[in-house]
């Protein structure tokens, strides 16, 4: 009693037992295309329907190959009824096709899912508050916690975070043109980061045939399609995977590979976590409209490395807005994987 419905949010491989809201379901929810979340959806699904966005429907289906007819796509915003439970998507802030899910079953508690969220005030109040003020002060909430602590206070904003690194990077390739700027990434997330270096310098952006494949579900603007290539002699600002700007041998590999083209590599390693590798992160941040004290800088032999905290989760500040606002009658955290390698 008091469950929301015979539904499992990002639950596929029957492990984690917190999402999974009652055994036997045919009613799967997945809020974002990140691989702790979908972990064990394979193109053999077959246990009923999986409901998410547009987006996310795109890369089920293209990434992973699940059938059309086994995806429901819902829009944002608008509820639909799912086994007579009245369910909205609504957005959340995170990567591309990201959503919360919004459950409302006839005489019972509202229940909020947020997935991975990044609840930016400006956000909470133009996307999230026209749909959530009727629930305030009566749903339970299962809340993506991923930075629920106080060193990670405050995290500049995305745009805010990406035209900063974009400045610094700028700077680094005026005084070194032989330099190969290597841009970490996620599967899907973290995009706008190589965009906005590629805008910034006037050039494109190289995009391995992987991440291409990923792009053209996302729906991206003709302008930010435009900058992409998939010619890697055409430009210096290349997207790698995340875990190569964390290798210092996998950097140096690949600049011997350029060796004839480039003499050192500008690394950019954009992730939330920077800002909590140093105690005074909160005092750091403080300065964040002003400048980019927020970036921190490490070199080692030809490659140095810029951490950014782009982050596409919620800062403890932002997580503590969003609950004081919602008022909710109880707040579960969101369990994930053991491994934050593994955190998207
Ligand atoms: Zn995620």
């Known amino acids: 009693a008091g469950t929301p419905g015979p539904f499992a949010v990002d639950c596929f ?7 999974l809201w009652e055994k036997g379901t045919t009613s799967w929810f997945l809020s974002h295309f990140h691989y702790d979340h979908y972990i064990g959806l394979k193109k053999s699904f077959c246990k009923g329907k999986i409901y998410c966005t547009k987006i996310t429907a795109k890369l089920v289906h293209h990434i992973l190959g699940v059938p059309l007819e086994r995806i429901g796509i819902l829009l944002l915003n608008q509820p639909v009824a799912v086994q007579g439970v009245k369910v909205t998507a609504v957005e959340a802030n995170h990567c591309p096709g990201a959503c919360m899910f919004l459950f409302e079953p006839a005489g019972e508690r509202p229940t909020l899912h947020t997935g991975d969220c990044r609840l930016t ?6 996307k999230m508050m026209p749909v959530l003020s009727k629930v305030r002060s009566q749903a339970r909430l299962i809340l993506d916690t ?28 005026a005084s070194n043109p032989r330099v190969l700027v290597l841009v970490g990434s996620y599967t899907i997330g973290k995009e706008l980061v190589f965009f906005k270096i590629a805008q910034a310098l006037g050039r494109k952006v190289y995009i391995g045939a ?8 996302l729906d991206l603007p003709a302008e930010l ?21 964390r290798s210092q041998q996998r950097m140096e590999s690949i600049l011997k590979h350029y060796k004839n083209k480039y003499s050192a590599v ?18 750091r941040s403080s300065s964040i409209s002003n ?20 982050s596409e989760h919620s800062s403890y500040e932002e997580l503590r807005f969003f609950v004081d606002w919602l008022q909710p009658v109880q707040v579960t955290p969101f369990v994930k994987l053991q491994d934050q390698e593994a955190f998207a």
């Open 291 to 310: 400048n980019n004290s927020f970036i921190s800088c490490k070199r080692k032999g030809k490659v140095v490395t810029y951490s950014v905290p782009y």
């Open 210 to 217: 992987n991440k291409r494949r990923v792009l053209k579900c």
């Open 13 to 19: 491989n029957g492990r984690q037992s917190t999402c």
């Open 121 to 126: 005030p400006s956000q909470v109040r133009d």
């Open 225 to 245: 399609r435009a900058l992409a290539t998939a010619n890697d002699m055409e430009t210096n600002v290349h997207a790698v995977p995340l875990g190569y700007v």
């Open 146 to 173: 991923t930075y629920c602590n106080r060193k990670y206070a405050h995290f500049p904003t995305k745009e805010e975070a990406a035209e900063a690194i974009a400045r610094v990077i700028s700077a680094e390739v």
């Open 266 to 283: 500008v690394a950019v390693c954009p992730t939330g976590w920077s800002l909590g590798s140093s105690d005074n992160g909160a005092a």
